[in-house]
């Protein structure tokens, strides 16, 4: 991996940014060049808070290219007192699953020994100390994903200055979980951050990097993307929308996908009520991702989710469309979606017989449109209000807390990591990449607290909602066998 190290005519950058206000001593001259530089380059910058949703769009939107060398700045690390805050707002539900993804260390804590062993599957080593971010990269990572995560953390610590705790992380940046429960069954495993995780692992689900844009695939920033989505989704009504089930992805990724290519409309084939659409991302980058932007695609009464290698950053996008989603029966989870509840924020498709499964989904909403728009509406809401960037910061910062509660030894800089700094993650990126993080940037440390977190479940509570979705399945796989029996009699 490439220096992580640019110099302090970067720094400009970062204070223009109000991003080291709180961090550096800034002299009386270089106040002045900043106003300057505001001055000079206002007209051709995007900016965006992302507390407010704020974002304006301005005509000239190519940003200037800055010269930066190979030194962050000497910086002197200022611990500001903690955010007051008369009375914290109670954290969304699914905050609660942090209490079960660190419950494997509860009892024997995480000692470095452990961090250590989770090195053999991890893509980088990530420390915060002091309030400084290291990072140690150990192999190859698709894409940027390990740079945009940096990111993301970058902006935590501007939100939340001197309140994050000192932390030494092991990232896998893949798809599929890694730490499997049946190989330590007799042991505590070793504690690895993920995008996903499943029933069979130990994985700790973090929020992954496409809240932060995803610029090889021209998908803007969460908080931006959500925002035009839900503009899209006021000037579109549901009734208006097409009375089919819309996909439109990568069909090669899972045999589920290519399975669900079988119940796109056909001359010879059942209608099954679904618009399945290959997507090649190779050709749709060559001709400019023309058809591939996704609020153009909030065009259907329901959309459809299926999983690809693991599971897919699309499951926020196609909920927040108003649509109702139909979810095929999913293997893996992401920090947010264990507490959306089938026949409330979406309706669940059966794996095996997902064609009938979908027809049926779409014929009932069809015939019960107010009940359809509903759950439709209930997922929407479900992103739109509890998946703020306030509330995935938040979520990041109390993991990161806990975490580090269970911490037996003093994190410290390991010899290979270096420091991350906004200066590096600006300068060293030109375009779309330069515009999406400069869209995501954090301006200001935050005015209050961060939400406050629920206390664990206790497994009695927590059995009664697994089986209470269980339940909730399994009504609805009845209505469908009811309704393919009632029309076998027909025939």
């Not at 660190?102 to 080593?125: C, D, F, N, Q």
């Amino acid at each position: 991996m490439g220096s992580l190290h640019f110099s302090p005519s970067c720094g400009v950058i970062k204070t223009l940014y109000g991003m080291i206000g709180r961090q550096h001593k800034i002299t009386t001259l270089g106040f002045f060049l900043v106003i300057l530089l505001i001055t000079a380059i206002s007209v051709q910058w995007m900016d965006m808070s992302i507390l407010s949703g704020a974002f304006q769009r301005n005509s000239n939107s190519v940003f200037p290219e800055v010269s930066c060398s190979t030194e962050c700045p000497e910086r002197t690390v200022l611990v500001p007192e903690a955010a007051q805050s008369s009375v914290a707002e109670a954290c969304p539900e699914y905050f609660r699953w942090i209490h079960e993804d660190l419950k494997p260390w509860k009892a024997t804590g995480i000692t470095r020994e452990m961090v250590e062993k989770a090195r053999e599957v991890a893509h980088i080593r990530v420390l915060v100390v002091s309030g400084v971010l290291y990072v140690e990269k150990f192999k190859q990572v698709f894409q940027t994903r390990d740079m945009v995560t940096l990111w993301g953390i970058l902006q935590l610590l501007t939100l939340y200055p001197g309140r994050v705790p000192d932390l030494d992380m092991m990232f896998e940046l893949g798809d599929m979980p890694v730490i499997k429960k049946q190989a330590y069954r007799a042991a505590a495993p070793p504690p690895l951050f993920h995008y996903c995780g499943d029933s069979s692992s130990h994985d700790i689900v973090f929020p992954d990097w496409s809240f932060w844009g995803w610029p090889e695939l021209k998908i803007r920033p969460w908080e931006v993307l959500k925002k035009e989505l839900q503009e899209t989704n006021e000037g579109r009504k549901w009734e208006d929308r097409e009375p089919f089930a819309y996909w439109k992805g990568n069909t090669k990724l899972s045999l589920a996908r290519r399975d669900l290519v079988n119940c796109n409309a056909t001359d010879n084939k059942e209608e099954w009520n679904a618009r399945i659409y290959d997507m090649d991302w190779h050709r749709e980058k060559k001709q400019g991702f023309n058809t591939s932007d996704l609020v153009n695609q909030c065009t259907h009464r329901y959309k459809i989710y299926v999983e690809g290698i693991s599971w897919s950053v699309s499951q926020k996008y196609i909920l927040a469309c108003d649509s109702m989603s139909l979810v095929i029966n999913p293997h893996y989870y992401d920090f947010f979606t264990r507490s959306l509840i089938p026949t409330i924020h979406f309706w669940p498709i059966s794996e095996k017989n997902k064609c009938r499964a979908i027809k049926y989904a779409v014929d009932w909403g069809n015939a019960h449109p107010k009940q359809a728009k509903g759950i439709g509406r209930a997922g929407s809401q479900y992103v739109q209000e509890k998946l703020i960037m306030k509330y995935v910061y938040d979520y990041m910062f109390h993991l990161l807390q806990e975490y580090a509660k269970l911490l037996r030894y003093q994190p410290s800089v390991p010899e290979g990591a270096v420091e991350v700094c906004y200066e590096a993650l600006i300068c060293s990126v030109k375009g779309l990449r330069k515009r999406y993080r400069l869209n995501s940037m954090v301006n200001n440390a935050s005015e209050s607290s961060p939400c406050s977190l629920p206390l664990p479940s206790n497994p009695q509570n927590l059995r009664a909602f697994l089986e209470k979705k269980r339940d909730l399945i399994r009504q609805v796989e009845l209505r469908e066998a009811a309704n393919e029996n009632s029309r076998q009699a027909q025939l």
